[in-house]
């Protein structure tokens, strides 16, 4: 799978306009694309079958989807997302916490059925909401929550409260599943991450891909060179493996990556979405974007199993009106052009969004027009099987926990529905200790 | 343990961790100077005569608006091909290494301050004290008007305060997270209120007391906390304060180290009366005693000391691409939780930029450079010594460099340098 001339072009013209001339000046004229050396992974998976689930059947119940061709989308704001200005409620005092950050009654997308409204950034997918493959959680959180980003991220990423763990939950779900999905071959194209790695993928023999920023993600070689000779040379410098395991680990990097040019060249060879024409650091890594290279990958079925999709930024600890709403803006329309996709492609009915996020934000607003890291917050599920339409669990505000959302629901409970729906019933079981019961979200 | 076998090879482990890489020779000069030698130039390069520096920006008077973004953007430029041509030519090289460190300590980035000049100053301070008294440097920066901006003390104030920098200062910047309480968190936060940066007047900091909450608070045990001066001696007067810094100083030099070390690193740093010279000394003296592991190196290592080994010319808008494709923009960390580590830097994104960036180096080193004479003549041991790895390749990576065609470039050696510089063998430190 060569990555395509005018694919390839596209990035280099992007690197003359950010570079000055510099960088396009080092790779001129004849730059080349390799080609990866090692094909796409050999075991095909069954194709896709575009079966019509019932909306509003319980988690688990399409039958007649092969399992093992589901796919489990993780998107994770980063930052901690405020739940409050999110998934609004129409009681409980949070017009009296937040003079300036109450949104305003009138612009909110409304949610048939509840009496929570959307904020207006979202009101795109209302339309999930009311075709009830959409569902919320909220008041969620793992036990012993921190209001620490990085103990909170950890503790969400690995599904084990309050200590830290080596592994992720989706990392230890892809370790327990490897045997009968791939007779124990470690497959880096099961697990993709997208916008940066995520540590919920991490698992004991499960590898995982981290493409950072699909936009500039290629191979660059100077004129006149062998591209596909240095290739192959760049690829033998990773076996065997040396027994150092850090020195081992830099080599196991090498053919994943490899893999994931082809992947990634394909997904991009027939299509025109502008993110592949820019080669700007940094550009490329919105919502928009990624859950669009996201459903291109879907769409080439080639047993991904799990994404997950990071998107940075939602600390808005100051001036969280403007902030907050180009950050959700983001979110909803990459999720509404998310599923057109699918439903273009026919996936639609394989995939499962998830949202996360470490934490929720402070009831109360701070005095830079922002909030203050909280702790219960909120999850939005997506997919064919979900119970549409309901908000599960709630917001407490009559409870509050020292100031913050208290936790109603456990964030555990949504994993494990998620993996079930994955894998099937019992498909989740080994991934926690002492978690509750699935939640039907 | 890192098994040192020769003087050679523990100089070259000190060149990989301390410094921004060595010119092809220099590392002779480093093994005559023998182990102790070579850590007492890094850590006082002062005796051995090297001469103070200003700051890389000092000599550079500029009016910033960022309204007017082609102006600004090219002075964007300026200040940050002056902060790299410092690093590849600096003599003090450890300076600008715990510059480096404090920098992705602190991770204030200039996509939220948005202010050159207080974006160069905040780098400035992280160089000019982060070598002398870590109380001072805390101090400094506590009220360093990028920082206000940046964690939002600015807008704190004593009727309604910002926690950020309360909590970041105890859980990222002096004692860690599990010493402290949530109500460590607004103690610091409401002591701290009352600091307004003035954006139109020169982005000053400036104390306003209308907007402070004087109460006195108890934080970390300590009573009677109520402003910069004492909520610093609190955080810093913390027996977990000097432990915190040292481990995370310890494993940004040496990679993973056992608690031992750790605790021993610490009292020296608390026996030091919290001086960061003393901490760095005694780190990098344990670490050449084999005491260190194996080190992912984060780009703008990997980038400048290949830099440095090929004397490849490199414009500084390549460099900031370069390093853009690789992850890790200077003074841009992505949070507060400073630069990613070994996971992003082995991600496949990094690992393709890794090769197409090596191709460029490659491509750009002069013939003459003794890096690529070693490549055109196969003689992998000079050109792994050249790439401060004396013990040569790993058997891999030799393998690959032995069935590459010299002609897989126009330029005979070229490929080979290329593969080299991407190889495995150069992430690890």
Redo the contacts between chains.
């Keep these: 799978m060569p990555i395509s001339r005018r694919n390839f072009l596209g990035g280099a013209a992007g ?1 003359a306009a ?6 396009a ?3 001129r004229d004849s730059v080349e694309a390799t080609a990866p050396m090692i094909p796409g992974p050999t075991t095909a998976p069954v194709s896709t079958t575009n079966t019509a689930a019932v909306a509003t059947s319980p988690v688990a119940a399409s039958p007649r989807l092969p399992l093992t061709n589901r796919v489990l989308v993780v998107l994770e704001m ?2 901690g997302n405020d739940a409050l200005n999110t998934l609004v409620p129409a009681a409980g005092g949070y017009r009296d916490a937040r003079p300036l950050l109450a949104l305003t009654e009138g612009d909110l997308a409304a949610l048939g059925g509840t009496d929570y409204q959307l904020h207006p950034a979202l009101a795109e997918l209302v339309r999930f909401w009311d075709d009830k493959t959409m569902s919320a959680v909220a008041g969620v959180a793992m036990p012993k929550q ?6 909170a991220m950890d503790s969400w990423r690995s599904g084990v409260p309050g200590s830290p763990s080596q592994t992720g939950w989706l990392g230890r779900w892809l370790d327990l599943t490897i045997d009968a999905e791939r007779n124990g071959v470690p497959d880096p194209l099961r697990a993709i ?1 997208l916008g ?2 995520s ?1 919920a993928l991490v698992g004991v023999e499960t590898l995982a ?5 699909p936009a ?11 591209a596909d ?3 192959a ?2 690829l ?5 493996l ?1 027994t ?1 395991p ?2 081992a ?3 196991q ?2 053919p ?2 490899l893999d ?2 082809a992947l990634l060249a394909a997904t991009s060879s027939d299509t025109d979405d502008p993110s592949f024409e820019s080669n700007t ?2 550009a490329g890594r919105s919502a928009v974007d990624l859950l669009g290279t996201a459903a291109r990958i879907i769409g080439m079925d080639i047993g991904t199993r799990v994404l997950t999709v990071s998107v ?1 930024g939602f ?1 808005t ?2 001036d969280q009106l403007d902030n907050h709403d180009a950050l959700l803006r983001d979110i909803g329309t990459g999720l509404a052009q998310f599923f057109a996709r699918l439903d273009a492609s026919g996936d639609r009915d394989r995939v499962m969004v998830v949202t996360t996020s470490e934490f929720g934000r402070r009831v109360r ?6 909030t ?2 909280g702790n219960g917050g909120l999850q939005l599920v997506f997919g064919p099987a979900v119970n549409g339409g309901m908000v599960h669990g709630g917001y407490g505000l009559e409870s509050l926990d ?1 100031g913050d959302i208290p936790l109603m629901v456990d964030t555990r409970s949504v994993y494990q529905a998620a993996l079930e729906w994955l894998g099937g019933d019992g498909s989740a079981d080994g991934v926690f200790e002492d978690a509750p019961a699935p939640l039907a979200v | 343990m890192i098994q040192f076998n020769s003087t050679r090879e523990t100089v070259a482990f000190l060149a990989r961790r301390a410094t921004w890489g060595l010119a092809p020779g220099a590392l002779d000069e480093f093994e005559a100077l023998g182990v102790e030698g070579t850590i007492e130039f890094l850590v006082n390069p002062s005796a051995a005569g090297v001469a103070d520096e200003a700051s890389a920006w000092a000599d550079w008077d500029f009016t910033y608006d960022r309204s007017d973004r082609r102006t600004s953007r090219a002075q964007e430029l300026q200040a940050f091909d002056r902060w790299m041509k410092r690093l590849q030519t600096t003599e003090r090289p450890l300076d600008h290494q715990l510059a480096w460190f404090w920098h992705d300590h602190f991770a204030v980035s200039f996509q939220v301050v948005r202010h050159l000049p207080a974006m160069l100053d905040h780098l400035e301070l992280c160089r000019s004290l982060g070598r002398g008294d870590f109380r001072e440097l805390i101090r400094r920066v506590t009220t360093d008007p990028a920082m206000l901006v940046f ?2 003390g600015a ?3 004593g ?6 920098f309360g ?1 970041e200062l105890l ?1 990222l910047y002096t004692v860690g ?1 599990h010493n402290f309480a ?1 109500a460590d ?1 607004k103690a610091a936060a409401v002591a701290l209120t009352g600091w307004v940066v003035q954006r139109r007047l020169g982005f000053d900091a400036r104390f306003v007391s209308r907007r402070h909450d004087d109460t006195p608070q108890t934080l970390l045990g300590v009573e009677g906390v109520h402003d910069v001066d004492t909520t610093v001696a609190a955080v810093t007067s913390s027996a977990a304060c000097p432990v915190f810094i040292a481990s995370k100083l310890g494993r940004y030099f040496l ?1 993973d180290i056992d608690n031992p070390t750790i605790f021993e690193l610490g009292s020296v740093f608390e026996a030091a009366d919290l001086d960061i010279t003393a901490l760095a000394r005694a780190t990098l003296t344990t670490g050449a005693a084999g005491n260190a ?4 190196v984060s780009p703008l290592h990997w980038l400048l000391q290949s830099i440095k080994s090929t004397g490849a010319r ?5 460099l ?3 390093l ?2 690789l ?1 890790q ?1 200077p003074a841009q960390p ?4 400073g630069y ?1 580590g ?3 830097w ?7 930029a890794r ?2 960036i090596a ?2 180096l ?3 080193t002069p013939s003459d450079a003794p890096a690529l004479v070693a490549a055109r003549a196969s003689d992998w041991s000079a050109l792994a010594d050249l790439l401060l790895r004396p013990t040569g390749f ?4 030799l ?3 032995n ?3 010299r ?4 330029r005979p050696g ?2 080979a340098l ?2 080299a510089l ?4 150069l ?2 430190a």
């Design positions: 690197a950010v570079g000055g001339g510099a960088w000046a080092l790779l980063n930052g921190s209001r620490s980003h990085f103990q991450a940066g790695g540590p891909t981290a493409i950072r920023n500039n993600f290629n191979l660059m070689t100077q004129p006149g060179t062998d000779a240095l290739v040379a760049f033998a410098t990773s076996a065997p040396v150092e850090t020195l680990a830099a080599q990097a090498i994943g990556t994931a040019l650091p940094g940075s600390d600890h100051a607003e701070n005095g830079s027009g922002g203050d890291h020292d | 964690l939002d807008t704190s104030t009727a309604s305060p910002n926690e950020n909590r859980e997270i949530e968190v990679g592991s194996p080190l992912v490199i414009e500084t808008e390549s900031i691409r370069a853009g494709l992850g923009v992505p949070n507060v939780g990613p070994a996971s992003t082995l991600g496949s994104s990094a690992t393709a090769f197409s191709t460029a490659a491509g750009a790993s058997e891999p990576t393998d690959a460099l069935g590459l065609d002609f897989v470039t126009t070229e490929g290329a593969l991407a190889s495995p063998d992430l690890i």
